[in-house]
Every structure is written in C-alpha cells, then in structure tokens.
C-alpha cells in the first residue's frame, strides 16, 4: 500500500473503473469484462505512461475483513486494487449495478428492480473507491471515472478534499427522464453525477436526457457547454469511443487459414455474423426470430444462407442472464428443427469467447455484420466488423438504430430490433445489396473507424476535463 503520509508519491492522474483491464476473471464467465476494456487499455495507455498515472479497479477477487490497496507499480499502467468483500459482489455489482442501474439505463423498466440494501452497498463500495483514489492521488490531481459502477465517487472524493478535476464517462445509455425518475434513488445519484466536472456520453442524446434530467430533477440551467447547478458549472459532452482499426484490417497467416476452413465449412453459402456479450440488451433472440422470418418470407435463401452467433459467457450468475441463455438455446433450437434440412442447417450457435485474430476472421467471412441490440451505449463489435471488411468486397453492416454507434456509421442498413418483418427485409436487402453499393458505403465507414481510435477519444476527453 501507498504510505498516507508522503504526498509526493501521490500520483497527477488517476483511471478508476470497476474491474481492473487486466484482473483475473472473478468467475467462471467473467474475462469477457476484461476484454472490454482491451479498448479503454490501448486509448488511456498513452495518457497514464505521459504522466505517470495509476489505474484503480477491483481485483475480481472477493475475501471478508480488512480493505487492502495493492499497488503495483512495476506493470504499464501502474495498477492498484483490492478485494471485494463477498457481499459487495452480490448486492453492490450483482445487485444494484447489474440488476437496477443496467436494465433501467437500457430503458428496460421491466427488468429493474430495487432493493435498499443493494442500494446502500452501491454507496458503500463508491465510498471505498472514493477512499483507495484519495490515497493514491495528489490533491490536485485528475481523477477519470468510468462507468455507471462508479456514479457517485466524485462527491465523496470532493468530501475528502480532493481539488483536483473529476471526470465520469458513462460506457452505456443515459435514459429519459420518465424512466431515470422510476429509479427510487434518481436524485441522490443525479447529483453525484453533477459531482463531477466532465461527463461524457457517447452520443448526443444520452448527453440530452441528462441535461433534462439535471433541469428537472435538480433545478439545473442548461448552459452552452452543459449544465449550471448551485453555482457550478458542469460541463457534458460527446466521447464516441473507437476501436483500433488496424489488427482487424491486417489479416496474417493464421487468420487467412481460419478464413480459408470457414469458406470450406460453409461451401458456398452466405453467412450472417452475430458478436455478442450474452446480455438481452443485445437483442440476440430478437435478431434469430427476424432471421428465422427471413426464411419464411424468402424461402429462396433457404439452403443459401447460414446464420452464426457468437456469444461471449456474460454475467451468467444473475438470473435474467441464465434465462436469455436458456431463450437462445430454446430458440436455435426450434430454428433449425423448423427450417433445418440433413444437409443445413440454418443457424449455428457458439457460446465461448473467440481471441481478436478469429473474430477478424469470422468479421471478414462475413457477408452481413448483423449487429441489432435493443439499446447500446455505443457498440464497438459494429466497428471491428467495418474495419474487418475487405475494401474491395465488403459485407454489409445491418445495424440497429438503437446502437449509438448508428450516430456515426452512416454507410449502415439502420433497421428496427422490435420490428421482425422489418428486420427480415432488411437482411434479404443486406443479402442482395450489389458490390458497387456495398463499396460505397463502407468506403467513408472505414475512414471514420480508422481515424477515430481509442487514443484521440481520450485526448479529447482529458483535454476538455482539464481545461479551466
Ligand atoms: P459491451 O456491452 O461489452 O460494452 P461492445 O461495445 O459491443 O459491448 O464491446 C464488446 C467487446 O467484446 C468487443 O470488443 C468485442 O470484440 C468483444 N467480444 C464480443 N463478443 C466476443 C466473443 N465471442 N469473443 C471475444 N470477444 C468478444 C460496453 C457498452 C457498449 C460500449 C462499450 C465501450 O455496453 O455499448 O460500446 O462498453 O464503451
């Protein structure tokens, strides 16, 4: 641990997210967070090295009794964390964040539910954040807090004297009002949000329903750069994070070879790619009853098209989580024993993680990039399977409108989740779709993915966190 005593060795730049980019999976199911972040890694890295930061996360490791910072500071970034007490996983990360925060940030107001207890261990670990920050940075220092674990660290450090700027940046949806205001603690975590100096959203109108939501709930002004509240300006903005184009462009060997035995796999047949995390927010039963349509209105594809979903293990001790899987199962299933013949089948279903060569792999065989969740705060899997793409034979990226990543890949089909006809025309129309039209629409996609990395959104983000 970091002596308390020597403020010098406090660190002028802080990262702090739940879990730790790198930490050892906390259960059987879990690295798919740590992969998440691979993005968040590549972008913040260049920052943390620039000044010497320290990233702060749990460890993913659970233990009762005595809170311990560990502070390692031989690896790149400087990483520091602790345990978890085993109640906090249930009710702070299990609870509160995955099973009330989560579904009501997705508009998913069926699926929240509140607890008190949940709630007060949510203050609780935030509190514990806001502790293990206040020991490892200077005063004055910049503090970038990620993600809707972490609402309410910025009141707390600012309780323990800290100065410096603190900024957040919400990963997913920020809700309309209407739905923001069901949550039974709206306002307390409302103002911890408006706690902070900077905070970011990847599109323009999460940042609005806040802005509405701070006007309404909490008497704020809306200013030209965010919000005005008790005398302090808060400023809100748009992040749209990105990917790194280049190891999903650049194909090697090894991925060629992966290529080649697909195609063989596949003998001739189209195929329709899904990449998900297992989470109903990514509409992946909506997105299998829209193909199986496809198949009933279109009977001329049978035979011709194949459908593959991936999905990464998620979360799989909450149990929404476990039915969704069980829903999918049921439903490719039913899929195949519907529309399968001896010699097809019409969808195949892989429920494992897959490494970043073979997923470039899977995007680049690809002829539809079939990307359809019911909400998402941006959705990067869109962007890898642009940057994947061939530019002279590109696929088709057959994207929901509720992805905030429909903001910025205007070279998209934009369909409708909710919609299954809708859905099935789109993907008979992603199917059909000439060269020429498919070239000229991921031509200007790609050149927005390339040159919007991981590294300039977090520029952007810490230039405007620490402007006066
Ligand atoms: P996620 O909901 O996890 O992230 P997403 O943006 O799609 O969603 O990122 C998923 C990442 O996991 C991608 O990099 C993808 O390659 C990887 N992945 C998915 N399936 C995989 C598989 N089978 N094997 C291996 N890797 C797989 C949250 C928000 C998003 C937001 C991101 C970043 O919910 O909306 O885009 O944070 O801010």
């Not at 990233?55 to 659970?62: C, D, H, I």
């Not at 508009?107 to 509140?114: D, K």
């Not at 970011?200 to 200013?223: D, I, K, M, N, P």
């Not at 790619?273 to 509409?283: Q, W």
Request: neutral net charge.
């Amino acid at each position: 641990p970091l002596p308390r005593t020597a403020p010098d060795a406090r660190a002028s730049f802080l990262v702090i997210s739940n879990r730790l980019p790198d930490a050892p999976s906390a259960a059987a199911g879990e690295s798919e967070r740590a992969r998440n972040v691979g993005g968040l890694v590549s972008g913040l890295a260049p920052a943390l090295a620039a000044r010497g930061g320290v990233w702060l996360g749990w460890s993913g490791g659970r233990r009762p009794g005595a809170l311990e910072l560990a502070v390692d500071a031989s690896s790149t970034p400087a990483r520091a964390s602790f345990d978890f007490h085993p109640e906090w996983h249930t009710r702070f990360y299990n609870g509160f964040a995955n099973r009330s925060l989560w579904p009501i940030f997705h508009g998913f107001p069926g699926r929240a539910r509140y607890d008190e207890s949940e709630w007060r261990a949510y203050v609780e670990v935030n509190d514990v954040f806001a502790e293990m920050a206040t020991r490892l940075v200077a005063p004055g220092g910049t503090v970038w807090a990620h993600d809707y674990h972490l609402l309410l660290v910025a009141a707390s450090m600012r309780a323990r004297g800290h100065s410096g700027p603190l900024g957040l940046f919400l990963h997913i949806p920020f809700p309309a009002l209407d739905l923001f205001e069901t949550i039974p603690w709206s306002r307390a975590l409302l103002d911890g949000m408006l706690a902070f100096d900077l905070v970011g959203f990847h599109t323009r109108r999460y940042a609005q329903s806040f802005v509405r939501c701070a006007e309404e709930l909490a008497r704020a002004t809306a200013t030209s750069s965010g919000v005005r509240v008790d005398g302090r300006e808060v400023r809100v903005g748009v992040f749209p994070l990105g990917i790194d184009a280049a190891p999903f462009e650049e194909i090697d060997a090894a991925t060629e070879g992966e290529i080649a035995e697909l195609q063989a796999a596949l003998r001739g047949r189209r195929l329709v790619l899904g990449v998900d995390r297992l989470d109903y927010t990514k509409g992946i039963v909506e997105r299998l009853d829209a193909f199986g349509r496809m198949l009933e209105l279109h009977p001329e594809w049978r035979g011709r098209v194949s459908m593959l979903q991936v999905a990464v293990p998620s979360r799989a001790d909450v149990p929404e989580y476990a039915e969704q899987r069980r829903a999918i199962e049921t439903l490719v299933g039913r899929i195949n024993g519907e529309h399968g013949e001896a010699h097809w089948m019409p969808v195949r279903y892989v429920y494992r993680s897959y490494g970043r060569g073979q997923l470039a792999a899977l995007y680049r065989a690809a002829d539809v990039g079939y990307v359809t969740p019911l909400r998402d705060g941006m959705n990067l899997v869109a962007k890898e399977y642009v940057a994947a793409q061939h530019p002279t034979s590109p696929g088709v990226l057959l994207l929901s409108r509720f992805a905030g990543a429909a903001d910025e890949l205007e070279g998209a089909i934009l369909t409708n989740p909710h919609d299954r006809d809708g859905m099935a025309r789109d993907l008979v129309r992603a199917l059909e779709m000439p060269a020429e039209e498919r070239i000229a629409r991921h031509a200007p996609m790609l050149e927005r993915v390339r040159r919007s990395t991981p590294e300039v959104w977090a520029d952007a983000f810490l230039h405007e966190l620490e402007r006066r």
